[in-house]
RNA sequence: GGCGGCAUAGCCAAGCGGUAAGGCCGAGGUCUGCAAAACCUCUAUGCGGCGGUUCAAAUCCGCCUGCCGCCUCCA
């Protein structure tokens, strides 16, 4: 296992990953409510743990990582009236579309991906154990966890229980609560047609806070290593999850907490709540999956980033002078380097220092530089090797695009046909018709490159 | 009101005490029938501003300015 370091926003400063029970590690990250179509936010988290666990993974740590689905929500739920469907279907839908997007950017599946409302009794039972030891109540058919009863309530945040309070001023406190921050554990039905699920306190939903606890003492009891989530689930998501976890099992929650920054839009941060979210199917509308997590990877995780198509497009043409210097690799006949060298080792290093992307992008590049420099043959493709196993490390599906083809065998051939037209035109010298053949393909974003002895190759240009 | 973050070339972005990585765009050149790709050369005496500490600061300290976020559903 390779030494890293990591941001843990527990302490405010790097710290040494030690997983409690090496070489296992244990990773949970709060996953999408699905109730539309996942944005580009959730695509900046999902390849910012998904690029995190895979270094891990090259780094020597057995990880053990889980993703949750919350699949019960008042969003689902108005969603469903909205559609007129089930909440369970609505729920369905939404996170098959997830799957579909994660699909496309190459996210890795994570090793458990528990829903919420697989744990409804695990619910239950941690909220019984929560009123027992004193630290829940219930008012009607609500229960609330009471924040007072937590010594530590705030130090994720960094504030006290009362310097919290102060800051309480955009909201009305709901008035039936003993404490302004206590937060609901269990919510119970308004109307005895809302959705719900049995429990001893009447029909309800669990509080959105008290998923992950329960989920993460399911899967991990304890041992929870890494927590991630986006800085906007600081507070009061991850402070309560903390408060919760604690005090039922009156041992830590998790030893580091990682945190990605946001994705802005134009300069303002995207947010479901101020509409100007772009969903991740629109963004691959307009660019690859590659060139999405290029972006995403360009800027280092925890710093907030600013969607731009200028910046997409910058993204794009990084991608395509990669995946260039990758052209006629394969990576099922061409051995795969996994030995030690100097641009593993920079590499490596660049990782290990809180998972610093650009610098590793850096190193993809200086390999790069050198395979297109390089005449040696065997050299080149060993430094390919290299390049195809660290794009591989950071995500990156380069593969299909440095295999030509089209993946439709028809068009390939009609494709095929057009190229070698043109080859005649060229040694009839009909240079203006070649031209036109070249320039009809390259409409529909398919370069040609002629090669030396008669020979060319073409590519879809994303 | 409380708390936190960020300001580096035309754009994006590393660096976190030792004299500015990388990418994109742009300019010129090589190659080519012309292209494309690639290669070569060029592109911040300076890192928001003003002070301070130091042999040495983009990097530490102080003040100021500007932008953003959290405290409400959010990745």
């Known amino acids: 296992m390779r030494q890293i370091t990591a941001y843990n926003s527990l302490t405010r400063k790097k710290e040494i990953l030690e997983p409690s029970n090496p070489?296992?590690?244990?990773?949970y990250t709060c996953?999408?409510?699905v109730y539309d179509h996942s944005h580009i936010g959730h695509a900046r988290a999902s390849i910012t743990w998904d690029f995190i666990v895979r270094f891990l993974r090259y780094a020597g740590y057995q990880t053990v990582w889980t993703r949750n689905i919350?699949?019960?929500?008042?969003?689902?739920?108005?969603?469903?009236?909205?559609?007129?469907?089930?909440?369970?279907?609505?729920?369905?839908?939404?996170?098959?579309?997830?799957?579909?997007?994660?699909?496309?950017?190459?996210?890795?599946w994570p090793d458990f991906e528990p829903a919420a409302t697989q744990h409804i009794p695990d619910m239950i039972n941690f909220i019984q154990g929560l009123i027992q030891n004193g630290s829940a109540y219930q008012i009607k058919n609500d229960i609330y966890f009471s924040v007072p009863s937590f010594k530590n309530y705030g130090r994720l945040k960094g504030q006290s229980i009362s310097e919290l309070e102060k800051?309480?001023?955009?909201?009305?406190?709901?008035?039936?609560?003993?404490?302004?921050?206590?937060?609901?554990?269990?919510?119970?039905?308004?109307?005895?047609?809302?959705?719900?699920?049995?429990?001893?306190?009447?029909?309800?939903?669990?509080?959105?806070?008290l998923e992950c606890s329960t989920m993460n003492y399911a899967l991990y009891r304890t041992n929870l290593d890494i927590h991630g989530g986006g800085d906007d689930l600081i507070f009061?998501?991850?402070?309560?999850?903390?408060?919760?976890?604690?005090?039922?099992?009156?041992l830590k929650f998790a030893k580091?907490?990682?945190?990605?920054?946001?994705?802005?839009?134009?300069?303002?941060?995207?947010?479901?709540?101020?509409?100007?979210?772009?969903?991740?199917?629109?963004?691959?509308?307009?660019?690859?999956?590659?060139?999405?997590?290029?972006?995403?990877?360009?800027s280092h995780y925890r710093m907030p980033v600013n969607y731009t198509d200028e910046g997409i497009i910058a993204a794009q043409n990084g991608v395509n002078r990669i995946t260039e210097a990758l052209s006629d690799f394969n990576s099922s006949t061409n051995d795969i380097a996994d030995t030690?060298?100097?641009?593993?080792?920079?590499?490596?290093?660049?990782?290990?220092?809180?998972?610093?992307?650009?610098?590793?992008?850096?190193?993809?590049?200086?390999?790069?530089?050198?395979?297109?420099?390089?005449?040696?043959?065997?050299?080149?493709?060993?430094?390919?090797?290299?390049?195809?196993?660290?794009?591989?490390?950071?995500?990156?599906?380069?593969?299909?695009?440095?295999?030509?083809?089209?993946g439709d065998k028809l068009i390939s051939k009609i494709i095929d046909g057009l190229i070698i037209w043109r080859k005649e035109c060229k040694l009839k010298k009909d240079f203006a018709s070649g031209d036109k053949i070249?320039?009809?393909?390259?409409?529909?974003?398919?370069e040609i490159k002629d090669l030396p002895d008669d020979r060319y190759k073409w590519q879809i240009r994303y």
């Open 256 to 298: 580091y907490w990682l945190h990605n920054g946001m994705i802005m839009v134009n300069g303002k941060k995207m947010a479901k709540s101020e509409g100007n979210f772009i969903t991740i199917k629109d963004a691959l509308k307009n660019t690859s999956g590659n060139a999405l997590r290029f972006f995403m990877l360009n």
């Open 340 to 406: 030690e060298n100097e641009y593993t080792g920079e590499f490596i290093g660049s990782m290990s220092d809180d998972f610093n992307s650009p610098q590793a992008l850096a190193v993809l590049f200086k390999l790069t530089d050198n395979i297109n420099k390089e005449a040696n043959q065997k050299i080149k493709i060993k430094l390919k090797s290299i390049l195809y196993n660290l794009s591989c490390t950071l995500g990156f599906n380069l593969s299909s695009s440095f295999q030509a083809g089209t």
């Open 236 to 250: 009061p998501h991850h402070e309560n999850e903390i408060a919760q976890s604690e005090s039922f099992t009156k």
């Open 23 to 27: 070489p296992y590690l244990n990773i």
């Open 438 to 446: 070249r320039d009809i393909l390259n409409d529909s974003n398919i």
């Open 167 to 209: 800051g309480f001023g955009r909201i009305e406190p709901n008035p039936q609560k003993k404490h302004s921050l206590d937060f609901a554990l269990w919510k119970g039905i308004k109307d005895s047609n809302d959705y719900g699920f049995e429990s001893p306190w009447g029909k309800g939903r669990p509080g959105w806070h």
């Open 31 to 33: 996953g999408p409510t």
């Open 70 to 108: 919350t699949d019960i929500d008042d969003k689902i739920i108005n969603k469903a009236r909205e559609l007129n469907l089930h909440p369970d279907k609505v729920a369905r839908i939404y996170a098959h579309s997830f799957h579909e997007d994660m699909h496309a950017l190459n996210v890795d």
